[in-house]
């Protein structure tokens, strides 16, 4: 007997621990009161009521409907509008410049002819095997920036090279990267783009290189395959780790984003993506709207950037100042609303923009250029999270999904509107 009590009081003491840990976990609850509320899967809701507990939506719907809970929190938010947070589908936000490993030396051995210090080891050469989450850093300031544009989701992507890596989706919920990871990693991300002094060093050279690479991961795949089925007999395949971190994306098909700089780009990803069968999506694609007929056709996802700069080469670029600050302020700020026009579905990105300030002047301009507010919307929040493969917790106000939302003060893509709340996996924070 006395054995069987012993037992007992450990089981207790484990039941009472593992409780007191999982009470720890546990978030605040919240009741918002007296909003206006967008939820984006359904209609508005003139005066509603939100119910945020432990992180996740509870209730959401009209005031008199919505009861509060006895334990919350409550928000008096009369005035203010409710919306789901907003979900930027590719940035470059919390990236560090690549800097050499601690302790290492920077002797006189190692310094070129006419060079007065050594030349850094790239710590994070880009690759299809490199993984961003490896180089951010997070940067207070840069939280708030977003947190001010409506922000709470961000997909980071490398910015460097022709294979660039794999990016991460972040939810902007705090002061440390890992607990706000949603997915890691999401996709590899791949540039046109040329090498200096080595190749390839010309536009020619890249695709060739991205087609004998796809060619090379699918043959080194399928080397693996038969030599997994037979074992005996065959010469074991050599160990490749640039192939070995590209199979997943050419056989098992996981998503690659294709940078496209230009509408050249895109006519490039697109033969590329239905030549090796890939998952691809497009970025960046500013030019979208010149090639509006293929990318309806294609079906493939398109990610649009809200940097409204020519492209580099561009006929905007070439002729003058003038003329490339009126394709700045005309042309590429009605790039969404062209899309829109053609019946072309997008996610609308902060790709090239610095801060959260830019990404709300550009969607201001981009509004102002014809793109239905609607429409604005839905690219920022569902059909951000639906491309991202991640519609089923964000993109919309509904119960069960993760607690990322804002209240502002007045609507938004409106000039004088400002965030008064930003809840991020139910996270507040005011401003």
């Given at each position: 007997?006395?054995?069987?009590?012993?037992?007992?009081?450990?089981?207790?003491?484990?039941?009472?621990?593992?409780?007191?840990?999982?009470?720890a976990?546990?978030?605040?609850?919240y009741?918002?009161?007296?909003?206006?509320?967008f939820?984006?899967?359904?209609?508005?809701i003139?005066?509603?009521?939100?119910?945020?507990?432990?992180?996740?939506?509870?209730?959401?719907?009209?005031?008199?409907?919505?009861?509060?809970?006895?334990?919350?929190?409550?928000?008096?938010?009369?005035?203010?509008?409710?919306?789901?947070?907003?979900?930027?589908?590719?940035?470059?936000?919390?990236?560090?410049?690549?800097?050499?490993?601690?302790?290492?030396?920077?002797?006189?051995?190692?310094?070129?002819?006419?060079?007065?210090?050594?030349?850094?080891?790239?710590?994070?050469?880009?690759?299809?095997?490199?993984?961003?989450?490896?180089?951010?850093?997070?940067k207070?300031?840069?939280?708030?920036?977003?947190?001010?544009?409506?922000?709470?989701?961000?997909?980071?992507?490398?910015?460097?090279?022709?294979?660039?890596?794999?990016?991460?989706l972040?939810?902007?919920?705090?002061?440390?990267?890992?607990?706000?990871?949603?997915?890691?990693?999401?996709?590899?991300?791949?540039?046109?783009?040329?090498?200096?002094?080595?190749?390839?060093?010309?536009?020619?050279?890249?695709?060739?290189?991205?087609?004998?690479?796809?060619?090379?991961?699918?043959?080194?795949?399928?080397?693996?395959?038969?030599?997994?089925?037979l074992?005996?007999?065959?010469?074991?395949?050599?160990?490749?780790?640039?192939?070995?971190?590209?199979?997943?994306?050419?056989?098992?098909?996981?998503?690659?984003?294709?940078?496209?700089?230009?509408?050249?780009?895109?006519?490039?990803?697109?033969k590329?993506?239905?030549?090796?069968?890939?998952?691809?999506?497009?970025?960046?694609?500013?030019?979208?709207?010149?090639?509006?007929?293929?990318?309806?056709?294609?079906?493939?996802?398109?990610?649009?950037?809200?940097?409204?700069?020519?492209?580099?080469?561009?006929?905007?670029?070439?002729?003058?100042?003038?003329?490339?600050?009126?394709?700045?302020?005309?042309?590429?700020?009605?790039?969404?609303?062209?899309?829109?026009?053609?019946?072309?579905?997008?996610?609308?990105?902060?790709?090239?923009?610095?801060?959260?300030?830019?990404?709300?002047?550009?969607?201001?301009?981009?509004?102002?250029?014809?793109?239905?507010?609607?429409?604005?919307?839905?690219?920022?929040?569902?059909?951000?999270?639906?491309?991202?493969?991640?519609?089923?917790?964000?993109?919309?106000l509904?119960?069960?999904?993760?607690?990322?939302?804002?209240?502002?003060?007045?609507?938004?893509?409106?000039?004088?509107?400002?965030?008064?709340?930003?809840?991020a996996?139910?996270?507040?924070?005011?401003?």
């Open positions: 007997m006395r054995i069987h009590k012993h037992r007992l009081v450990l089981a207790l003491a484990v039941l009472t621990l593992t409780a007191a840990t999982a009470a976990d546990v978030g605040p609850t009741f918002i009161r007296n909003c206006r509320i939820p984006v899967a359904g209609p508005p003139a005066k509603g009521a939100i119910v945020i507990r432990d992180g996740l939506i509870e209730a959401v719907g009209p005031l008199e409907k919505v009861a509060a809970p006895p334990d919350a929190e409550v928000i008096e938010a009369e005035g203010l509008v409710a919306y789901p947070g907003l979900v930027v589908a590719h940035t470059n936000l919390f990236i560090e410049a690549p800097q050499p490993a601690a302790g290492e030396a920077r002797t006189a051995a190692f310094v070129m002819p006419g060079q007065t210090t050594a030349p850094q080891e790239d710590r994070f050469p880009p690759g299809p095997g490199q993984l961003v989450l490896s180089q951010l850093k997070f207070k300031a840069s939280l708030e920036s977003w947190h001010k544009a409506g922000v709470t989701t961000v997909l980071v992507a490398p910015t460097r090279g022709i294979f660039q890596g794999q990016s991460v972040l939810n902007l919920n705090g002061e440390a990267l890992e607990p706000m990871v949603l997915r890691q990693p999401l996709a590899l991300h791949v540039n046109f783009t040329v090498n200096r002094g080595t190749y390839p060093s010309s536009l020619m050279g890249t695709i060739s290189y991205l087609r004998q690479s796809f060619l090379d991961a699918g043959y080194y795949a399928a080397h693996q395959a038969q030599f997994d089925r074992r005996r007999g065959l010469k074991r395949p050599a160990y490749d780790p640039f192939l070995e971190a590209l199979v997943p994306f050419v056989r098992d098909r996981r998503p690659i984003v294709f940078q496209c700089n230009n509408q050249e780009d895109i006519k490039r990803a697109l590329l993506i239905a030549e090796f069968k890939l998952s691809g999506w497009l970025t960046g694609a500013n030019e979208a709207w010149r090639v509006a007929a293929e990318l309806k056709a294609s079906k493939v996802p398109l990610l649009v950037t809200l940097d409204l700069r020519p492209p580099t080469g561009s006929q905007f670029v070439t002729q003058g100042e003038e003329l490339k600050k009126k394709a700045e302020a005309e042309v590429y700020p009605a790039n969404a609303a062209n899309l829109v026009k053609a019946g072309v579905p997008f996610a609308l990105t902060a790709l090239g923009l610095a801060d959260g300030a830019a990404f709300t002047k550009n969607v201001l301009a981009a509004v102002k250029a014809g793109l239905p507010k609607d429409k604005a919307l839905e690219a920022l929040t569902l059909l951000a999270a639906r491309t991202l493969g991640v519609d089923r917790e964000l993109g919309t509904e119960p069960g999904k993760i607690a990322n939302l804002i209240l502002t003060k007045g609507e938004l893509f409106e000039e004088k509107t400002t965030m008064d709340r930003v809840f996996d139910g996270v507040m924070f005011k401003y």
